[in-house]
């Protein structure tokens, strides 16, 4: 950003150039802080047909400026602040009513508090333009020739009238070298991308505001910059566009920063989905049960969340299914998840019935560094004689289908969430897996989808299963229909996990995953 120097000397050669510039009546100048206008030349009075007692008694920027025109000078004023200096094609609006076309360079010279110059070109007479074009334009290079965006005026030839030094380096040519030469002799490599969009702005009037321009220039052959470019018609009310203000800014370190940032991003969401897939485990080959399990990851692409599903055999010989979902995303969620999952193994490991499993759960959680909250439901399957026991942390309910057309609820055994209190108990249900039935486990993902009530979701979700939940439909089946007829393959906000144990008294398929 360019910035007044604190050396005595040059304080003295800007405050002289101040001095003359408010002195003259080529172009107006005006100085102010915040938004009033605190010094005006005497050709910047007679543009806004104001006096220097309007000045004195209190003038402010946004007084002068059309309403439809507020929107410009919004713009311009974040230019400022972002880069230190802006142009701008504006009216100033008079006390009669009436409105005089402007370009105005404005410049900040401190910041606390904020105080700025500004160069006013009066636009309503084209002989003061094309004096302006000729000669009066370096008054508005010398204003902006330290501020860190490039600036030019062009002819609608497509020649340089004039340059500052910033877009000249840019270029990589000496200012001098500019001046009256075509834009397209110098820089041939832009021409295909930038030759369109001037001759835009020439014949439609009509500016063009952060456009990307890729390619190189004599400044650095051989290396690709991208350059973030506004144009802006020079013209009379009536009269042609004589010219376009091209303000550009070198915005290939960024770009390359935001290639960057997305590798990482991209690195890391591949290990972390390794790591959050290489906790979900192998269905096992349980003797009397069809096993089916499927896991999909949310579509949006940083969101790795923390669902996850497990099935193995309790030392009383009883299958557990455990299906559960952390709350949150990121690399914190899929740690947890891993704790979690690992910690269902080892409690019920030690013979701790499913509401003893959640209790023990929630112990972990409570007892975590940091807050942590989870859902999960648990399920023991006894496969000889389908007794089921099953308890849930603010989990959604396992269903229960195949003895009756609609399924069964298994709303018995609800508890409060993993992490909501140290205190919370989780009772037990019981219920029984007939020969060819099936118990659905799942996540919430399977049922909440956007701009739609939960209602709505598990209204899809008992449709689904009971029109493929009969006796006789294996586990792999019901799995695929459940989620097909739940979700697209665009519209998942969440993750979501589905397992499916049927209970079958002769030779089953291997279990099925995806």
């Not at 702005?201 to 321009?213: A, K, M």
């Amino acid at each position: 950003m360019g910035q007044w120097t604190d050396d005595a000397g040059e304080v003295d050669r800007q405050a002289g150039l101040l001095r003359a510039l408010f002195a003259g009546d080529a172009v107006g100048m005006a100085a102010g802080s915040g938004e009033a206008i605190t010094q005006a030349n005497d050709e910047l009075l007679r543009i806004l047909g104001r006096s220097r007692a309007d000045v004195d008694a209190g003038l402010a920027w946004p007084a002068i400026t059309p309403t439809d025109h507020a929107e410009r000078d919004a713009g311009g004023v974040d230019d400022v602040r972002r880069t230190g200096s802006a142009v701008v094609q504006k009216d100033f609006l008079r006390p009669d009513g009436s409105r005089t076309p402007v370009l105005a360079a404005v410049a900040a010279v401190s910041w606390n508090p904020y105080e700025w110059v500004a160069v006013v070109i009066d636009l309503s007479q084209q002989e003061r333009l094309r004096r302006l074009v000729q000669s009066e334009a370096a008054i508005v290079s010398t204003l902006l020739e330290d501020a860190p965006v490039g600036f030019a005026l062009i002819d609608p030839d497509l020649r340089f009238v004039r340059i500052n030094r910033e877009l000249a380096a840019m270029n990589g040519f000496p200012v001098a070298e500019h001046e009256g030469r075509s834009v397209f002799d110098l820089l041939p490599d832009l021409r295909a991308e930038a030759e369109p969009l001037l001759r835009h702005v020439l014949e439609t009037g009509e500016p063009l505001r952060d456009v990307e321009i890729v390619g190189t220039t004599p400044a650095d052959p051989g290396h690709s910059h991208t350059w973030l470019e506004s144009f802006f018609p020079v013209r009379v009310p009536q009269g042609p566009t004589i010219g376009v203000a091209a303000v550009a800014r070198d915005v290939t370190a960024v770009r390359r920063l935001e290639q960057e940032l997305t590798a990482t991003l991209d690195r890391q969401r591949q290990v972390l989905h390794e790591l959050q897939t290489s906790v979900l485990p192998e269905l096992p080959d349980v003797p009397g049960v069809d096993l089916a399990a499927r896991y999909l990851g949310a579509s949006q692409e940083v969101h790795l969340g923390g669902d996850w599903f497990d099935v193995f055999t309790a030392p009383d010989g009883r299958l557990v299914l455990a299906v559960g979902d952390v709350v949150g995303h990121g690399p914190a969620a899929v740690g947890l998840m891993a704790r979690l999952s690992g910690a269902v193994r080892a409690y019920a490991g030690d013979g701790r019935a499913p509401a003893e499993v959640l209790a023990g759960l929630n112990r972990l959680l409570d007892h975590s560094l940091a807050p942590a909250m989870a859902s999960a439901a648990m399920v023991f399957l006894d496969v000889a004689s389908g007794e089921v026991e099953y308890a849930s942390a603010g989990h959604p309910h396992p269903l229960l289908c195949g003895r009756s057309d609609a399924p069964e609820v298994m709303d018995r055994a609800q508890g409060r969430m993993l992490g909501a209190s140290a205190d919370s108990a989780y009772p037990t249900g019981h219920a029984t897996l007939v020969d060819g039935a099936t118990v659905l486990l799942y996540t919430d993902g399977l049922v909440e989808r956007r701009g739609q009530t939960l209602d709505e979701g598990m209204a899809r979700l008992t449709a689904a299963v009971t029109e493929h939940c009969g006796t006789g439909r294996d586990a792999g089946r019901l799995v695929h229909a459940v989620v097909e007829h739940s979700h697209t393959a665009l519209d998942r906000d969440d993750d979501v996990c589905v397992l499916a144990a049927r209970r079958v008294s002769g030779p089953q398929s291997p279990p099925a995953s995806a």
